[in-house]
C-alpha cells in the first residue's frame, strides 16, 4: 500500500495547526519536540497554530494539520472551512483518525440517549454531535495516528510534506517494532495484550516497559481480529471483557473489524 | 460612551484547547462576561463505567495531554484508597519524581512559551527568540529536561502507561537517575535567573479585587503538590472525601464546563493558590525566590501566577535533586497489590493549573461511577470575575487601547486547559 501524491506544494508551505475536541496532545507533541520546534517554525510558514501562537491568518493553506474529534457542529463548519482552503489534509491522532477515546461506544445508536442522560435538555454553546474522526465528513489526504501521535513518525511526514515529496504509510504493527526491541512476548506468558491488532508507531511503548499494549494507536488493517480474540479467550478472559478494550481507543474504525466476531 | 459594545476574542490563543472570551459592553459598564468553552463534551465519567481499574488508569488521563500525569497521580490515588493497595514508601518517592517532571514540564511551557510572549510584545516564543534568544534555548532545555522525566516515569512523552497500580511497569536504572539529578543541578540557575526576569516585569493593577484560595494540605510540613485535605484562604482544612460539600458546583449556559464555588463565591486554585496557602513551608533557593518576588498584591492579582509558577520550577528542580538522593539510598520497591474488589476512593492531587480531584466507585472489580474535578473548571468563575473586574477599571481610566490583550493576560496567566474542563457538564434535574 502506498499514498498517491495529492498536491504539491512549495518551499516553505503556509501551515495551519488546529485542534477539535481531544487533549490537544497531538499539537503538545509538536510543542514538545524542543530539538525540532525552531526549525519547524523557520521551515515553514506557521498561518495558524492558536496553541502556540496569536493572531492567526486564515486565508489559503499549503497543509493543514488537524487534531481532534469532530463533536460539535461548530467544529463541523470549522473543518469543512479548514478543508476548503487546505491543498492537503493531514489527520493528526486517534481522535481525528479513529475519533478517539469519546467515540469509544461508536454505532451502539445511544448517543442521543446518553447525551440526555447526561444533559437533560439543557441548551448549548454548539450543537454536540457524537464524536467522530475528521473522514466522516471531509476527504483526509493523510493519516498520522496515535495517541499521542509520536515525533519519530511525525517529523519525516511532516519534512516529506516540506520538501514536496510524498509520505509514506507505517502499516506495521505493534508486535513488528516489540520484536526489534527484543521484548519478550506477553502473549507467551499468557498476559493480554493488543500489540498484533494494533498500528506500530509508539515503538512499543508499553510492551518496553513491561506492559501490555492497550491499542491506542488504532486498528492495524492486516490483523486477524477473529484469532486474536480466540488466543485471548483460551487465557481466561470473556469475549465482552476483550471486545470493550478493543474498541476503547477503536472509534469509529474498529467496527468493521469486529463486526463478525 | 453610550450604547452597547461586544469585545469578542476567539480563539483565546496561546492557551491548551478551544476557547474564547466573550464581553458585552452596555453604557460604558461591563454587563457581561463569559470564557467560553468551544470544546466538545467528551463524556468521560460516563465512558469508564463497565471497566476495570487498569482500564480507567489508561482512559482518564486522556482528557488532558499536559497534565497526563496529574490525571494518572489522581487516579491511582483513588483507586488505590477504593481497592485498599499499601503503597511502598519508595514508590510514592518515584511518583513525586514524576509529578516533579510534570510540573517543570508545563510550567516551563506556560511561563516562557504561552504567557512571556505577552510581556515581551510577541505574538509567539519563536518571535521572541530573535531578540531573546539565549531565553528561549534555555526555557526548551528547562521544558525537555520536565519531558525526559515525564518520559522517563510514564514511559513515553505523552500519556504514558507506565505508571500502574501499586507501582511502576518498569523502574528506571540507578545512572539514569543520577543523569537526572545533574541535569536538574545544571538548569537551576536558568531558573533563578528567571526570578530575576520577572521582578523587572510590570504587572497591571486593573483586575485587582479579594477573592478566596483552594489548595491540597501537604501529608508532611513542607511544600508539595498533593495530599488528603484541602487548605482554604480562610484558614479551614476540608478532608478530600468532602469535595462535593466544599466545592459546590454549577452549569452556566456558556460553555460545556462545570463550574464552581466554595462558600457561594468564586475561587482560585493553582501556583498562586498554593504558594500564598504554603509559601511560609519553602526552604533552599526556592525560599529565596519566594522572598524576592511575593508581595501582598499576590491576594488580589492573577497575573502573578506566573511569578508563583516560577517559584515553583525552583522548587520542583530542587525537588529533582532531593527525591534522587532518596532513591538511591533506598531497595527498588515492588509492585503492591488491591487486597479488595470493591469500593470508594477519592484522590486529590495538584496539577500543574491546580487542584485535581478524582473519586471513583468499584464494585467486584468494575467502575460503576466515577467524578473529576479539574482545576479550570474550579477557577473559571473567578477568572470571568478578574476579567470583569479589569474591564471596570480600565473602561473608568479610559484606557481603551490593548483592552483584549488585557483580556487575554488575565486568562492565559491561569493558563487555563479547555480540554480538561469540557470532559462534562452536568445538569441537575429538578
Known sequence: MAWKQKALVGPKPRVGVYGFTGCAGDQLLLIHTEDELLNLFRAVNIHSFVMASSKPIEEALDVAFVEGSISTEEEKEHLLDIRKRAKILVAIGNCAVNGGPQAMYAGDTKYEKRLEQVYGNAQFVSEPLEAKPLDAYVTVDYYLPGCSIDAKQAFPLISRLVHGAIPEPYPHPVCHECKLNENRCLLIDKRFCLGPLTLGGCGSACPNHNLPCVGCWGPSDDANFTEHVKLLESFGMTKKDIIRRIRNYGGHKILKYIEKI | ?430
Open chain 2, 1 to 430: 460612551m453610550p450604547g452597547k459594545q461586544d469585545i469578542s476574542i476567539e480563539p483565546l490563543a496561546r492557551v491548551e484547547g478551544h476557547g474564547g472570551i466573550k464581553v458585552e459592553i452596555q453604557d460604558n459598564k461591563i454587563s457581561k462576561v463569559e470564557v467560553r468553552i468551544l470544546e466538545g463534551p467528551r463524556l468521560f465519567e460516563t465512558l469508564v463505567v463497565g471497566k476495570t481499574p487498569e482500564e480507567d488508569l489508561s482512559i482518564v488521563p486522556r482528557i488532558c495531554a499536559i497534565c497526563n500525569l496529574s490525571h494518572k497521580y489522581a487516579a491511582l490515588r483513588g483507586l488505590e484508597k477504593a481497592l485498599g493497595v499499601k503503597v511502598p514508601q519508595a514508590t510514592q518517592e518515584y511518583r513525586h519524581l514524576m509529578h516533579h517532571g510534570e510540573f517543570l514540564e508545563s510550567h516551563s511551557l506556560h511561563i516562557y512559551f504561552l504567557a512571556l510572549p505577552d510581556f515581551l510584545g510577541y505574538n509567539n516564543a519563536v518571535a521572541m527568540a530573535e531578540k531573546h534568544g539565549e531565553t528561549v534555548v534555555k526555557a526548551l532545555k528547562l521544558k525537555k529536561f520536565g519531558n525526559k522525566i515525564m518520559r522517563l516515569m510514564g514511559g513515553r512523552m505523552i500519556h504514558g502507561e507506565n505508571p500502574i497500580l501499586g507501582g511502576f511497569g518498569r523502574l528506571p536504572s540507578r545512572e539514569e537517575l543520577i543523569q537526572l539529578k545533574e541535569e536538574a543541578l545544571e538548569l537551576l540557575p536558568f531558573a533563578i535567573e528567571t526570578i530575576d526576569l520577572l521582578a523587572t516585569l510590570d504587572v497591571p493593577d486593573h483586575m485587582e479585587r479579594e477573592t478566596q484560595f483552594l489548595c491540597c494540605k501537604p501529608l508532611h510540613d513542607g511544600y508539595d503538590y498533593y495530599g488528603d485535605s484541602f487548605l482554604t484562604s480562610d484558614g479551614k482544612e476540608h478532608p478530600a472525601e468532602d469535595y462535593k460539600s466544599v466545592i459546590k458546583e454549577h452549569v452556566v449556559g456558556h460553555s460545556f464546563a462545570k463550574r464552581s464555588a466554595y462558600n457561594g463565591k468564586p475561587f482560585t486554585v493553582g501556583a498562586i493558590a498554593r504558594v500564598l496557602l504554603l509559601g511560609e513551608r519553602f526552604k533552599g533557593e526556592a525560599k529565596k525566590a519566594y522572598d524576592k518576588l511575593y508581595n501582598e498584591r499576590w491576594h488580589r492579582n492573577p497575573i502573578y501566577n506566573n511569578f508563583a509558577q516560577a517559584i515553583e520550577q525552583v522548587f520542583s528542580l530542587e525537588g529533582v535533586i532531593e527525591v534522587v538522593d532518596k532513591l538511591l539510598a533506598s531497595e527498588p520497591p515492588k509492585v503492591a497489590l488491591p487486597t479488595q474488589e470493591t469500593g470508594a476512593g477519592t484522590g486529590a492531587v495538584e496539577a500543574p493549573r491546580g487542584t485535581l480531584i478524582h473519586h471513583y466507585k468499584i464494585k467486584d472489580g468494575k467502575t460503576t461511577a466515577a467524578d473529576f474535578i479539574t482545576p479550570t473548571a474550579m477557577f473559571l468563575d473567578d477568572l470571568e470575575e478578574f476579567i470583569r473586574t479589569g474591564g471596570q477599571t480600565m473602561l473608568a481610566r479610559k484606557q481603551k487601547e490593548n483592552i483584549e490583550l488585557e483580556f487575554e493576560k488575565i486568562a492565559r496567566s491561569y493558563d487555563p486547559c479547555i480540554s480538561c474542563s469540557a470532559h462534562l457538564v452536568e445538569v441537575e434535574f429538578k
